[in-house]
């Protein structure tokens, strides 16, 4: 009963569609016996006919219909359309998926500890989870996770150290995931010596070679599509010595999500591969969920905030920007062997690439942090800083009005 309230919409757009036509045909036929006249009914055919197909043009079939079982695509492995049998293994084993009401990670969620094991090495495990989250109010996505959550964990690491890493697929997936680390020098990422069905473990050890911020994500095949699930996070590798001492370390990725109903539709949202090949997705979001919805971030008056920004992709550059506060310095890229570039307005995020930004916080207030490629923010990219504190009325004057419109 849960997945038929969610997939009620579809149910009656299918058969609000069918109903429909049929009735138009059962129309036509009544009025062509009526008059029985050749010219008519030949009339009355086109205009049914021609109906249909600019309907079916510019439209195609409506996404209910609609599952691309003959999308032809060119990627060195298979593409991104799920095997219709896991598409039935979903949804008849809807009842049995973890719900995680909350997807999105705390960006307050970073460790600021290594820890090491006897023999010295880093030891990081992690489990890959395939779950039913909110991505807004009323509307559910099947999110493909790392620990549950959107994104995975921060990891934590230093230049030089060796890793141990242990990738757990959990026994309810449909799907065999993986992991690749951009920090990792190897094959794959460790990608290669990670793939996981469903309940299985295994372990890769690497050194962490290069310091920097650096992404890691399920590169199993589809890779778009696993990472359209959500299935990405960050790894930081401090430089030898470390990174200076800051009040407020914040953890957000920026990600697309390719839903097959339009932007706000409600319900259980399936994924539309499509829209990925498309490049259009319905929504863009930080960590995982529509901001209005999240805890805000918190900072005091005088904090040094350091944030550590991703961009999952799968398609779209992030031009990041916090509303209201100028970077004092960004660590282009994620590039931290580099002196930072000063006193920066919006900067840049590749697909697959990350940033790291520091700033004072010098004025009390809501910050509100977005991509700056502004439509993007009605698609859900954006997320409160909330910074306390006293006023200095040196740095800024004025009545501030709240949800002024237009
Ligand atoms: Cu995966």
Redesign the pocket.
């Known amino acids: 009963m849960d997945l038929i309230s969610y997939l009620w919409q579809y149910i009656v757009e299918v058969f609000g569609i069918f109903i429909a036509y049929i009735f138009a045909g059962i129309f036509i036929y009544l009025i062509l016996r009526r008059f029985n006249s050749r010219a008519i009914t030949l009339t009355l055919l086109a205009v049914f006919v021609g109906v249909s197909i600019s309907f079916y043009i510019p439209n195609g079939l409506p996404n209910a219909f609609q599952y691309p079982f003959f999308m032809k695509t060119f990627g060195p492995v298979d593409g991104p359309v799920l095997p219709f049998s896991n598409v039935v293994t979903f949804l008849s084993n809807f009842n049995t998926f973890e719900r995680v009401d909350d997807i999105a990670r705390d960006p307050h969620d970073v460790p600021t500890d290594i820890v090491y094991a006897e023999d010295g090495a880093v030891e990081i495990e992690i489990t890959?989870k395939e779950v039913v989250g909110t991505l807004a109010d009323g509307i559910t996505f099947n999110y493909?996770t790392f620990d549950g959550k959107v994104p995975g964990p921060f990891l934590r690491v230093r230049e030089g150290d060796t890793v141990r890493l242990t990738l757990h697929n959990d026994e309810s997936s449909i799907?065999?995931?993986?992991i690749d680390l951009h920090a990792v020098t190897g094959p794959g990422g460790g990608a290669s010596a990670t793939n996981v069905a469903p309940g299985e473990s295994k372990t890769i050890t690497f050194k962490a070679l290069n310091p920097g911020l650096f992404m890691y994500h399920?590169a199993?095949p589809n890779v778009a599509n696993?990472n359209a699930?959500g299935?990405y996070g960050m790894i930081l590798v401090e430089p030898q010595g470390g990174l200076p001492d800051v009040d407020v370390e914040l953890y957000v990725i920026q990600g697309e999500f390719y839903t097959s109903g339009g932007l706000g539709r409600k319900g259980l949202q399936l994924f539309d591969p499509q829209a990925m090949l498309d490049g259009k997705p319905q929504y863009v979001l930080f960590n995982g969920r529509v901001s209005g919805e999240t805890e805000h971030m918190h900072a005091r008056v005088g904090d040094t905030i350091r944030m550590y920004v991703g961009n999952g992709g799968v398609n779209l550059i992030s031009s990041f920007h916090l509303i209201g506060e100028i970077f004092d310095r960004v660590y282009r890229e994620g590039d931290l062997v580099t002196p930072p570039a000063q006193s920066i307005q919006t900067t840049l995020i590749p697909a697959g690439g990350a940033t790291v930004v520091e700033f004072e916080a010098n004025y009390p207030g809501k910050y509100i942090l977005v991509d700056h490629a502004l439509s993007r923010v009605e698609r859900g990219a954006w997320r409160v800083l909330e910074i306390s504190g006293d006023a200095d009325p040196s740095i800024f004057d004025g009545d501030i009005e709240v949800g002024h419109g237009h």
């Open positions: 890959a493909w799907h065999h995931h993986n399920c199993h696993h699930h299935m």
